[in-house]
Every structure is written in structure tokens, then in C-alpha cells.
């Protein structure tokens, strides 16, 4: 079931189990993107819990919002940045500031053939990305944001992302090239 139609049933008929969907399908993704900016895991989970509890609390109005999941990043962001300043630290979190570790890959048929090793490599050159690099990449390679949304969701411009997400590539090409070379030689 599509997330718009999750978000119809929910605001038309009060449907629970399309609630209970659509918390499981976005609670772990929001979570992470929580954690960013809280570095606290208590903190996001109450973050991201606020966030399901008002989307369950407005559910009448929940038909006017044009893109769900890009609504749920963004109240996600701003449940977070006020936790911080419930909690009397900076108001404002810059983008180089925040903590955002990727999952590891899924398996699809691609990436079955990616050896462990490989595999391993790649996942140790993200962490190695700057964390503006790393979250821009988390957000469109992993949990399948287009470039618009993480633009919305971050308030940076559509070019500032395309920019991030090329220099994350460009690395984790480098650093997957140079490990290759130094497993053939070896």
C-alpha cells in the first residue's frame, strides 16, 4: 500500500492498522534522523514519537498535506530542535554538526555480488564521508528521498544536494578503487 493511500485510509476512516503501517514503515528511518540532531537516543524516540502522536491526534486534517513523507521528515526536524531547546542547548544544529550513520546495505542482486570484503570497504568510506556528505547520502541512497524532499527537509537548495551527494560519490568511488588496487597488487 502506497503511503498516500495509508494516508487517506487514515484520515478518512480512522484506520488503525494503516496508522500501525505507516509508523512501521518511517519510525526507524525518523528515528536515525532524530538522532542527528538530538545525540540522544531517548531524546529522538521522543521526538519521533511526538511526531506519530500528533500525525494520530490531527488524523481528520492529515488528507490537506500534500507530501506525507517530506511532512514527517520535517516535523521530525522540528520535534528535535525543540527538544534541544527544551533542553538549553543551541537552537540552531548546522548540517556539519550532525551524526547520521547509514545503514548497512540492503541486499538486492547488485549488491549480492559486492564481496564481503567490498561491502565492508564501501561501508568504511561512508563513515568516512564529512557528515553533511554522509546525511545527504543517508537520505537519498537509503531511505529513497528525492532530491527536493531532502532539500525541503534540510532547507538547503536542490543544488546544494545534488553537490553533496556528488562529492559523497566521488569518495566512496576513490576510496573503493584504491582498496581494489591494493587487493590485486597484494
Known amino acids: 500500500m502506497t503511503t498516500q493511500e495509508l494516508q487517506r485510509r487514515i484520515a478518512l476512516y480512522d484506520d488503525e492498522a494503516a496508522y500501525r503501517e505507516l509508523f512501521n514503515r518511517f519510525y526507524k528511518p525518523l528515528l536515525q534522523f532524530a538522532t542527528a540532531f538530538t545525540k540522544s537516543a531517548e531524546a529522538a524516540e521522543e521526538a519521533v514519537s511526538d511526531v506519530f502522536i500528533n500525525i ?5 486534517q492529515l488528507d490537506t498535506i500534500e507530501n506525507l ?3 514527517l521528515y520535517v516535523s521530525t526536524r522540528n520535534a528535535s530542535l525543540k527538544y534541544l531547546l527544551k533542553q538549553q542547548k543551541q537552537a540552531s544544529v548546522s548540517l556539519d ?16 555480488l559486492l564481496t564481503a570484503e567490498m561491502a565492508a570497504q564501501a561501508q568504511q568510506a561512508i563513515q568516512q564521508l564529512p557528515p553533511r556528505c554522509k546525511l545527504v547520502f543517508k537520505l537519498i541512497r537509503e531511505d529513497g528521498l528525492r532530491y527536493k ?8 537548495s536542490v543544488k546544494t544536494i545534488d553537490n553533496q551527494l556528488a562529492i559523497a560519490l566521488q569518495k566512496i568511488g576513490t576510496a573503493l578503487k584504491m582498496n581494489l588496487k591494493k587487493t590485486i597488487k597484494d
Open 56 to 60: 494520530w491526534e490531527r488524523r481528520r
Open 97 to 112: 554538526d550532525l551524526v547520521m550513520e547509514p545503514e548497512s546495505p540492503a541486499p538486492d542482486p547488485e549488491q549480492a
Open 69 to 71: 513523507k517530506v511532512y
Open 149 to 156: 524532499e531532502v532539500a525541503q527537509i534540510l532547507n538547503i
